[in-house]
């Protein structure tokens, strides 16, 4: 079992910047990736980025490319997710998950874990 705590989320004006943590506990070793999702009212959960727990390889969305960087510092076992140049589109709740396995990382279906979700609104 893994336990995803998410935390950073909160109000801010379009353009500013926001830092989002992830801790995890329990079984750790076992992490293959860590992954940030997103939900926004109305719509479907939404692949943000991912990044290996060991190699520090990473993926991102194309909508966020450029605007927001993954990373982790495993000595915490903790992943953060630093958004900047943020754009009303990108209100959402955010979900942090960790896959045990090496699927497809931008597929929810991928993960087993997953946070309860901390929410970012983005005011214009």
């Known amino acids: 079992q893994v336990q995803l705590v998410e935390s950073g989320g909160g109000l801010v004006q379009a353009g500013g910047s926001l830092r989002l943590s992830c801790a995890a506990s329990g079984r750790t070793f076992n992490i293959y990736t860590m992954g940030w999702f997103r939900r926004a009212p109305g719509k479907e959960r939404e692949f943000v980025a991912a990044?290996?727990?060991?190699?520090?390889?990473?993926l991102y969305a194309d909508p966020v490319k450029g605007r927001f960087t993954i990373s982790r510092d495993n000595a915490k076992n903790t992943v953060y997710l630093q958004m900047n140049s943020l754009k009303p589109e990108d209100t959402a709740v955010y979900y942090c998950?960790?896959?045990?396995?090496?699927?497809?990382?931008?597929?929810?279906?991928?993960?087993?874990?997953w946070g309860q979700g901390t929410r970012v609104t983005v005011s214009s």
């Open positions: 998950a960790a896959a045990y396995g090496s699927g497809y990382w931008a597929q929810y279906t991928s993960y087993d874990y």
């Open positions: 990044i290996s727990w060991s190699g520090g390889n990473t």
